[in-house]
């Protein structure tokens, strides 16, 4: 399976600033997505991070907030914009390589807003 | 729509218990079932996979079967350990080539004692 890296694997940051996730994957994927799981809770679908063209956001989510890129099949990008307590959470990238195939995930950036 | 209900934790077990955690599911179409793990620190894990009815996943001494009858896929394990100390995740996914196709569980917090 692809293996996924993750950078940073956390932060503290200040309310009002913005933090950019890198996710690399080590082989070239169909999919990619970013997950939000709040502190308790389980996995929230952000977006799908589609190559070359806008992210697709599920509802309750905006580009504004989370822009995101991905230049190409290995490599994506969210940031958390203008950051609020309640951003802080555990981000995750994942990919899936092709429609029937498992989602893998990265090890996750843990995000402390204060 | 798609939904998965999992026991509620947390579970504390001694080493060598019998581990079950009860996954039901809510699904139009023919769902793969899946169960992730997550372990402390970390992003999610695929643990074991079903595709179709009757299916049996196994992996790590884990298994879990795909009984459509019941709409449940609970996860097994004969004899934790207490490196088994995680949370897990069933979840669900229909094969309509959609993002929005993964749905997950709330996840359950297994804490194994020596």
């Known amino acids: 399976s692809a293996v996924i890296s993750q950078k940073p694997s956390r932060d503290i940051c200040q309310r009002g600033t913005s933090l950019t996730i890198q996710c690399q994957v080590d082989?070239?994927?169909?999919?990619m997505f970013w997950y939000r799981q709040q502190p308790g809770q389980s996995l929230t679908l952000i977006a799908t991070?589609?190559?070359?063209?806008?992210?697709?956001?599920e509802s309750g989510f905006v580009i504004d907030k989370f822009p995101i890129s991905r230049p190409n099949l290995t490599f994506s990008t969210l940031t958390v914009s203008n950051m609020s307590p309640e951003d802080s959470s555990i981000y995750l990238c994942?990919?899936?390589?092709?429609?029937?195939?498992?989602?893998?995930f990265g090890n996750g950036t843990r995000l402390t807003v204060t | 729509g798609d939904s998965v209900t999992q026991m509620e934790g947390p579970v504390t077990l001694s080493e060598e218990a019998f581990l079950t955690i009860n996954c039901t599911y809510t699904?139009?179409?023919?769902?793969?079932l899946f169960w992730y793990v997550q372990y402390p620190g970390e992003g999610l894990q695929l643990l074991l996979k079903a595709t179709k009815a009757d299916d049996k996943g196994s992996n790590k001494g884990f298994e879990a079967t795909y009984r459509k009858e019941t709409t449940s896929f609970h996860l097994e394990k004969g004899s934790v350990q207490v490196s088994d100390s995680a949370v897990y995740f069933c979840a669900l996914a229909i094969s309509s080539g959609s993002a929005r196709q993964l749905t997950f569980g709330s996840g359950t917090q297994l804490t194994v004692l020596p």
């Open positions: 082989s070239q994927v169909t999919m």
């Open positions: 991070a589609n190559q070359g063209s806008e992210a697709t956001y």
């Open positions: 699904a139009t179409g023919y769902p793969s």
């Open positions: 994942s990919v899936r390589d092709g429609y029937n195939s498992p989602l893998h």
